[in-house]
């Protein structure tokens, strides 16, 4: 029903984690979930396949010519597809982006993560022109470290840029890393509070309406 992809060009920024916390928070809600695993390293399909302790459809698919017709097969099945790239701007990510109804950019507090930001948006904007409608592209601040100034410094070269930045920013905390181990989605504290946050940021972006509809059902 719901195509969210997860870009950017930046090896590490946090695209994998992102894809687990989202799918698996979904699922756990009791959404059905499918992810496309578009990255060569595998570790988005390796978690559901090793970890995952709730049923996630995952696909790892690196053929670009591939890309759309399996996003669109697994959302006529599922509530939400989540594309999960690779550390670099393939043929693949470009598909990708081009049938999301979101993209995410995940970002961390360097340098490098908004020069690939910015590109991946670029990106973006050609994938929009290309098919003839808007794409809507927001960045997430992850690893994310407040009342720091360089998270103050980041925040004003992204809006320089011309990046907008999901509200609800992912803290740098350890629930994220053990998440890799335990296959679950932080589910109480900080960590789960941060997701549930970001989880409402998105719906407002009209990208869950699956929630939507659940709640006005
Ligand atoms: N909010 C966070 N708090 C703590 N650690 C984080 C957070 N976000 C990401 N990380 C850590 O950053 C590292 C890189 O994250 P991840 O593997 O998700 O990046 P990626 O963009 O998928 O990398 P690649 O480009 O290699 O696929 C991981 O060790 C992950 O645990
Ligand atoms: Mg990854």
Redesign the pocket.
């Known amino acids: 029903m719901s195509i969210i992809t997860i870009a950017?060009s930046?090896?590490?920024?946090?695209?994998?984690?992102?894809a687990q916390l989202i799918g698996g928070t979904i699922a756990e809600r009791g959404y059905t979930v499918a992810m496309i695993d578009a990255?060569y390293?595998h570790?988005l399909s390796d978690w559901v396949r090793t970890f995952a302790t709730y049923p996630i459809t995952v696909e790892s698919e690196l053929d670009e010519t591939k890309i759309i017709p399996l996003a669109e097969r697994l959302s006529d099945t599922h509530d939400l597809v989540i594309i999960?790239t690779?550390?670099a701007a393939t043929q693949a990510t470009v598909f990708a982006i081009g049938c999301a109804d979101l993209v995410l950019i995940?970002c961390?507090l360097s340098s490098a993560d908004i020069v690939e930001a910015s590109k991946t948006n670029q990106l973006i904007a050609s994938a929009a022109a290309m098919t003839r409608q808007e794409i809507c592209a927001r960045v997430v601040l992850?690893?994310?470290q407040p009342k720091t100034i360089i998270a103050g410094h980041v925040e004003e070269e992204l809006a320089a840029c011309g990046l907008t930045v999901l509200p609800t920013r992912?803290?740098?905390?350890?629930a994220?890393?053990e998440m890799?181990f335990t296959g679950k989605a932080p589910k109480s504290g900080h960590a789960a509070e941060l997701v549930s946050g970001m989880l409402d940021d998105i719906a407002r972006l009209d990208a869950l309406p699956f929630m939507a509809m659940k709640t006005a059902s």
């Not at 992912?170 to 350890?174: A, E, I, K, N, T």
């Open positions: 950017t930046k090896g590490g920024a946090g695209k994998t984690t992102l990255d390293n570790s999960d690779a550390g995940p961390q992850t690893d994310y992912l803290h740098r905390l350890v994220f890393k890799t």
